[in-house]
């Protein structure tokens, strides 16, 4: 069974920093897309970013030049170095990734359980 352990949240002042770690356990043959999402009180989940096995990032627009998405494959990990945070950074992160459990099986996604992030005056 995979799953997907969220780190890194907390409390942070507008202006600080804060990195997300979102590690994969469980037996699988390949972890492709990882990626961040976000849901603030009362508005839909938003892709936040993502990067490809081969490197390739994606930011949202609200995002880009602050963020920044890295992946560990060694430690089938991803991080999320989040920068200059803003009042409308708050909301709950979930990491996901999409993984082939065995070589000949179907790529599936799969969600973690999530990590707030508050940002305060």
């Known amino acids: 069974q995979v799953q997907l352990v969220e780190s890194g949240g907390g409390l942070v002042q507008a202006g600080g920093s804060l990195r997300l770690s979102c590690t994969a356990s469980?037996?699988?043959?390949?972890?492709?897309?990882m990626g961040w999402y976000r849901q603030a009180p009362g508005k839909q989940r938003e892709l936040v970013a993502t990067i490809t096995g081969q490197g390739s990032t994606y930011y949202a627009d609200s995002v880009k030049g602050r963020f920044t998405i890295a992946r560990d494959d060694a430690k089938s990990t991803v991080h999320l170095q989040m920068n200059s945070l803003k009042f409308e950074d708050a909301a709950i992160y979930y990491c996901k990734a999409e993984i082939m459990t065995t070589r000949w099986g179907q790529e599936v996604g799969y969600w973690g359980r999530g990590t707030q992030v508050t940002v305060s005056s």
């Open positions: 469980g037996s699988f043959f390949n972890m492709n897309r």
